[in-house]
């Protein structure tokens, strides 16, 4: 019965929509970022009635390390981003009225990020770096960057809950920010490409349509490194289709979060914030992320 528990969700789909801001920002060359981060997932999954269960909760723990490295290419300031997480989860809910359950523990899929500001934030280090974001009441950056996760994660074909999917994806993306004194506004548009699983459970093939992401973010800056951001995100499609047979199970995911940024000295900064996603169709998940994290720049 614990395994039923997994149609139509996955560890790594509850959270498909990233709200990140400050993602698209000016960097200096030649500066490292390491991260430690910590998401506590809570919620609900509402699954097709036809499966005859009920009351699906899902509680999810995930710690990350992130790894961002910024350089110079074709004249423009890049960045290269490495994201590893450790997640445990449970999940519990009624089936036919019985009590049901699933546990799962281990490393996630590998994300590496190539990013590149196309407009505005030229690659700049040091003082230069200093005097040209001190001097700048009001810009625009347009960047472009793509997102890769590599199949790493725990998987177990035999089983329909897994930490990793078994697969790769890639996500192309385009972001613009315009700021303007203490303010500052984002958008971020990505669609999600995946290749098809062969290995799924019970040794079928699992292949999945396309997922758009989009998401706004507006900030305001009260000094360097403290800042307070609100985020609005939307998703839609990534209908899947197992042996050919395709599920109704297409994506339709409002997001919204608050952000805040806490500086602790010129080279470690703290942020915490609470992301909320809830499904505009009568499947799907309505969850609530907790997030902590501290970073160390060098």
């Known amino acids: 019965m614990a395994v039923i528990l997994a149609v139509l969700t996955s560890a790594a789909g509850l959270t498909a929509q990233e709200l990140e801001p400050r993602r698209w920002g000016h960097l200096p060359l030649g ?39 910024t ?15 450790y997640q445990q989860g449970d999940w519990t809910g009624l089936l036919d009225g019985v009590p049901a359950s699933a546990e799962r523990s281990g490393f996630t899929d590998t994300a590496l990020r190539f990013a590149i500001n196309l407009f505005g934030a030229p690659p700049l280090e040091g003082k230069e770096f200093a005097q040209y974001r001190a001097g700048r ?36 993306q385009v972001g613009v920010v315009h700021a303007r004194g203490k303010w500052s506004f984002e958008f971020t548009g990505a ?16 292949e999945q349509d396309p997922l758009v992401t989009t998401q706004g973010h507006v900030i305001y800056t009260f000094r360097p490194g403290f800042w307070l951001g609100a985020s609005l995100g939307y998703d839609f499609g990534g209908q899947s289709t197992i042996d050919g047979d395709k599920k109704d199970d297409s994506r339709e995911v409002l997001s919204w979060g608050v952000t805040c940024g806490v500086p602790v000295n010129r080279s470690v900064g703290l942020k915490f914030g609470y992301i909320d996603q809830s499904t505009r169709r009568q499947t799907g998940s309505d969850l609530g992320h907790f997030v902590a994290a501290v970073s160390v720049m060098w």
């Open 31 to 69: 500066a490292n970022f390491a991260g430690l981060g910590y998401i506590r997932t809570e919620g609900d999954i509402a699954l097709d009635p036809v499966l005859r269960l009920t009351d699906v909760e899902v509680e999810l723990d995930t710690a990350a390390l992130k790894y961002i490295h």
């Open 71 to 85: 350089f110079e290419m074709f004249g423009k300031s890049a960045r290269f981003d490495l994201v590893q997480a």
């Open 137 to 172: 009441e009001c810009d625009t950056i347009i960047g472009a960057g793509l997102i890769v996760t590599l199949p790493t994660g725990e998987y177990f074909s035999d089983k329909l809950i897994n930490l990793g999917e078994n697969r790769f994806s890639f996500r192309p």
């Open 191 to 206: 669609t999600w490409l995946f290749t098809a699983n062969d290995d799924f459970f019970g040794g079928k093939e699992l």
